[in-house]
């Protein structure tokens, strides 16, 4: 079935590190690629998009998706986290699909950050 | 970026009145609108397609006769929560695209509705 997957639910890290945020999606042609970050009482606020060309993609604070076609893959690096990066992230994906040029959201990574 | 507004914020009811929600383009024209549904700790679920000037577009399971949508001019869309019950109690988000491509849309600050 066509879907956006991200295995993890839930991620901590400690302030200062590295995060990565996977994101593997299932459709038949490369569909664009999006990563939203959704903070408590905020909208969703769009951090990068992919849509053809160089496949790593700088979004904003700092952060970085790499697409990896032959992993059906998308997905989003920091090299170094601030508490306030602490929120819920969505990849979400526009299937390449006549008529149906709607997004799609992955279930969602809260992020927390430890001191 | 492009402004999409949404109003209320909250708002709480009785159970079997009706709702309606607001969403604007604040500094653009949008012929589609969107509109999501967002229960606690879950992810974005597509209800509708708002068309200016045309029916919406509904997602299979969504009743369109619950959740009436009306595109009433290129700067906004309502959604009316018809005889809410404490099931429909989420939070509903609208988003508007800068163009037909459909490529990129900005997103509104939500609506959190509980139902009594």
């Known amino acids: 079935a066509q879907s956006v997957t991200q295995p993890d639910i839930h991620i901590t890290v400690s302030e200062g590190a590295s995060l990565e945020l996977r994101c593997n999606y299932s459709?038949?042609?490369?569909?664009?690629l999006f990563w939203y970050v959704q903070s408590p009482g905020q909208g969703l606020q769009l951090l990068l998009k992919?849509?053809?060309?160089?496949?790593l993609v700088q979004g904003i604070k700092g952060f970085e998706a790499e697409f990896k076609r032959s992993q059906s893959s998308f997905n989003l690096r920091k090299p170094s986290v601030h508490w306030s990066d602490a929120a819920e992230y969505f990849c979400?994906?526009?299937?390449?699909?006549?008529?149906?040029?709607?997004?799609?959201f992955g279930q969602g990574t809260r992020l927390t950050i430890n001191p | 970026g492009a402004v999409v507004s949404q109003h209320p914020s909250r708002v709480i009811c009785k159970s079997g009145t009706s709702v309606k929600i607001e969403c604007r383009s604040l500094?653009?024209?949008?012929?589609?609108m969107f509109w999501y549904r967002q229960f606690p700790k879950q992810s974005l679920m597509l209800m509708a397609t708002?068309?200016?000037?045309?029916?919406?577009?509904?997602e299979q399971g969504v009743e369109k006769d619950k959740f009436l949508i009306n595109h009433a001019s290129l700067t906004l869309s309502t959604l009316t929560v018809t005889s809410a019950h404490p099931e429909d109690s989420s939070f509903y988000i609208c988003?508007?695209?800068?163009?037909?491509?459909?490529?990129?849309?900005?997103f509104g600050p939500g609506t959190r509705l509980t139902v009594l």
């Open positions: 459709y038949g042609a490369t569909p664009y």
């Open positions: 988003s508007a695209p800068l163009s037909r491509d459909y490529n990129e849309q900005f």
């Open positions: 500094d653009f024209q949008a012929t589609t």
């Open positions: 708002s068309n200016e000037g045309s029916k919406a577009t509904y």
């Open positions: 992919y849509f053809s060309g160089d496949t």
């Open positions: 979400a994906v526009v299937p390449l699909i006549q008529g149906a040029q709607k997004l799609v």
